[in-house]
């Protein structure tokens, strides 16, 4: 599986970015992709949010609801929506792949569940 996430920069802290995660070798039927990200210097947050194979979203109970997942299954890509920025979310963020949506679902939640597979990052930085 590979992952390619794309749409980071430098944003105004209110503004708004869309990142997106074009998928490819995909296989399975039970399957989800997502998102995570890591602040300069900090540990790796657990998972934002995810989007299952049947199209279910699912987001992290501290996930800000400023954040919004979604997918077109069409081009195989998923993107994350975030509306007014903080300096708090500056981070790179990754798309990921769990091959199995129970296993995504408990990465919300849980550590130990980390995904199968995750693309480069995209950097995210809100500044003034």
């Known amino acids: 599986v590979q992952l390619q996430a794309s749409g980071g920069g430098l944003v105004q802290p209110g503004g708004s970015l869309r990142l997106s995660c074009a998928a490819s070798?995909?296989?399975?039927?039970?399957?989800?992709l997502g998102w995570f990200r890591q602040a300069p210097g900090k540990e790796r947050e657990g998972t934002l949010c995810?989007?299952?194979?049947?199209?279910?979203?699912y987001y992290a109970d501290n996930m800000e609801t400023r954040f919004t997942i979604s997918r077109d299954n069409a081009k195989n890509t998923v993107y994350l929506q975030m509306n007014s920025l903080k300096a708090d979310d500056t981070a790179v963020y990754y798309c990921a792949y769990w091959n199995s949506v129970g296993r995504a679902v408990r990465s919300l939640r849980y550590t130990g569940y980390e995904a199968n597979y995750w693309g480069q990052g995209t950097l995210v930085t809100v500044s003034s």
């Open positions: 995810i989007s299952s194979s049947a199209g279910s979203t």
């Open positions: 070798g995909i296989t399975s039927d039970d399957y989800a």
